[in-house]
């Protein structure tokens, strides 16, 4: 009718130390004492918070709160069998969030959480919620310092509980300490698509996700060139070298507090480039056409075209968006250098290898000197074309010239008439504008005058004599 059961015996108690919310397991023999369930366990003298299991060899429960310390391991079954491990867990001062830096911000942001006893008495940390939401990421953590990574709250902002669960399941608590700032959005960029040198303005709220400033910006997944200026409404980039890419994709902000801000659809890097550049050489004054794709790489006008290292002029649009520029005095080139294109968008595009500077063209005399209308003058000299074909026309002080032939080395010409006196440039230009010119390299003299003729009438053979001033044209002798 009556059977004693073997006393209870506690062996073994794990973690030994530990705080509320700590999952422990006891181990030991006859730990119901022939009941089917305990009627407490307690933790010094505080009953633990739940029973998760219990047989005769183990059980399991969670911690409720206790005073640090160390505490007897007490239970009691059913039946009323008692069990005791004297001095058997020590309760771990209570872990205590004590700041959250920064203590507000949105998904990205990287959060460092100090205090003490983060751990619980654990080994690690494993979990941290921030009003609610499981971090992103646990960066690094200790018994003072975790370090997490913000989850995105959704449409969820406000203060809330920062929560951290260790190993052993315990938890510490920073009550009301997290604040989920609204999540920043992309409203547009503008212009929305482009290519390197593009300055971008992006509009928006709490684009600045909580942060100061900006670390960095990628369109495309490419790092901007520059971040010109930031705040929560607007931000201003310089975007850099991308791939075309197709279709619009992503552009995205991350603060100096990691907070990531980021809008779908809202950028494309445009297909560009240099097609072509006619003619391929040249010197000042050539009129150069540059053609490709999306030369303005998304503007709609060229500001500034670069041959090499020297800046054209008299930039124009052509049909079909080719662009025309005059060529300026540039040093010549030991081999073919860049032609480079910037629209009123920032945007760069790039030719490269495809323009070469010849060596300038040099008039290095002018025979004769001075004259007047009709005066053949010969010019010598080298690369008088500018790497052209043919003369288009010749200006001696402005005036021009007739009867004009040669090349690159000798030119021929009758001066025009003029109705000035004075010295002036001599000025050659080619079928390509290239221009080359002799400072103050001819000067019109006063024109002969003729005073009387006599007789003024007569035949065959009659001997006129003709008076005047300057009857030679500054010639040496009267050919006709």
């Not at 047989?55 to 039946?79: F, I, K, P, R, Y």
Request: neutral net charge; charged residues 5%; contains cysteine.
């Amino acid at each position: 009718q009556w059977l004693y059961y073997v006393a209870a015996n506690i062996t073994q108690v794990q973690p030994t130390v530990g705080q509320a919310g700590a999952v422990v397991t006891i181990t030991g023999t006859n730990l119901l004492g022939g009941a089917a369930n305990l009627s407490y366990v307690r933790f010094g003298s505080a009953n633990v918070a739940q029973i998760l299991a219990a047989s005769e060899t183990q059980v399991v429960v969670v911690l409720s709160s206790g005073s640090a310390g160390v505490v007897n391991v007490s239970m009691l079954s059913e039946t009323g069998s008692p069990a005791v491990l004297l001095s058997g867990f020590q309760y771990a001062s209570a872990g205590v969030v004590t700041s959250l830096v920064p203590s507000s911000g949105q998904v990205g942001t990287v959060v460092t959480i100090n205090g003490s006893g983060l751990r619980g008495g654990a080994a690690n940390v494993t979990s941290v919620s921030l009003k609610g939401v499981a971090v992103q990421a646990i960066l690094s953590e200790s018994d003072t310092r975790v370090v997490v990574r913000v989850a995105s709250s959704g449409t969820d902002s406000g203060s809330g509980n920062v929560v951290l669960t260790a190993t052993s399941g315990a938890v510490v608590v920073g009550a009301g300490q997290w604040t989920y700032l609204p999540e920043g959005s992309i409203a547009q960029a503008t212009p929305n698509s482009g290519q390197r040198g593009t300055v971008v303005t992006i509009t928006g709220q709490n684009l600045l996700g909580g942060g100061a400033n900006l670390t960095q910006v990628q369109l495309c997944g490419v790092p901007v060139q520059q971040i010109q200026s930031a705040n929560a409404t607007v931000v201003v980039v310089v975007a850099q070298t991308g791939t075309a890419s197709g279709t619009a994709c992503s552009i995205t902000l991350t603060a100096d507090t990691g907070a990531v801000t980021s809008g779908a659809g809202k950028w494309q890097y445009l297909n560009d480039g240099v097609a072509n550049v006619f003619p391929h050489s040249g010197q000042y004054g050539t009129l150069v056409q540059v053609s490709g794709v999306n030369l303005l790489g998304g503007g709609s006008q060229a500001v500034s075209v670069r041959l090499g290292s020297t800046f054209a002029s008299n930039i124009s649009m052509l049909a079909g968006g080719a662009i025309s520029v005059i060529a300026q005095n540039g040093p010549a080139s030991t081999g073919p250098e860049d032609v480079v294109v910037v629209s009123d968008t920032g945007a760069v595009v790039t030719g490269a290898g495809q323009w070469q500077y010849l060596v300038a063209g040099v008039i290095a005399s002018v025979s004769p000197t001075s004259g007047q209308e009709g005066t053949r003058v010969t010019l010598n000299g080298t690369g008088m074309l500018g790497g052209g074909v043919s003369i288009t026309s010749v200006r001696l002080a402005g005036v021009v010239a007739s009867n004009v032939s040669g090349n690159d080395a000798i030119i021929t010409l009758n001066a025009g008439a003029s109705g000035l006196t004075g010295a002036g440039h001599v000025v050659v230009v080619s079928n390509t504008g290239a221009t080359v010119t002799k400072v103050n390299g001819f000067e019109y003299v006063t024109s002969g005058q003729v005073s009387s003729i006599t007789p003024t009438v007569g035949r065959q053979n009659t001997l006129v004599n003709i008076s005047g001033t300057r009857l030679r044209g500054y010639g040496t002798r009267v050919v006709s």
